[in-house]
Nanobody
Framework: VQLQASGGGLVQPGGSLRLSCAAS????????MGWYRQAPGKQRELVAS???????NYADSVKGRFTISRDNAKNTVSLQMNSLKPEDTAVYFC??????????????WGQGTQVTVSS
């Protein structure tokens, strides 16, 4: 599975950005998709994830501001980010998972895309 992310950039506080990620390769094996982020000096953290059925999960810090969506026909996942804050500044990574069983999975990562929120 290959993941190609796009859409990062520089935005002022309170602004919006939309990240997109397209999957290719063994796409039939993909279960969950999502976005993680990593700020300088911090660990990578989950931002949002979505199942093939459309059930979404969000980090508390982005609830009500970010919306994840998925188009299974086009094999894409998007993250609409509104009301951006300086603390949202990070490199954002697209992620896909294939579950081998209820516990074990294979994870795939796209290249990171920089999001900078600054005035």
């Amino acid at each position: 599975v290959q993941l190609q992310a796009s859409g990062g950039g520089l935005v002022q506080p309170g602004g919006s950005l939309r990240l997109s990620c397209a999957a290719s390769g063994s796409i039939s094996s993909i279960d969950d998709m999502g976005w993680y982020r990593q700020a300088p000096g911090k660990q990578r953290e989950l931002v949002a994830s979505i199942t093939t059925g459309g059930s979404a999960n969000y980090a508390d810090s982005v609830k009500g501001r970010f919306t994840i969506s998925r188009d299974n026909a086009k094999n894409t996942v998007s993250l609409q980010m509104n009301s951006l804050k300086p603390e949202d500044t990070a490199v954002y990574f697209c992620n896909a998972k294939h579950y081998r069983d209820s516990v074990h999975y294979s994870a795939y990562w796209g290249q990171g895309t920089q999001v900078t929120v600054s005035s």
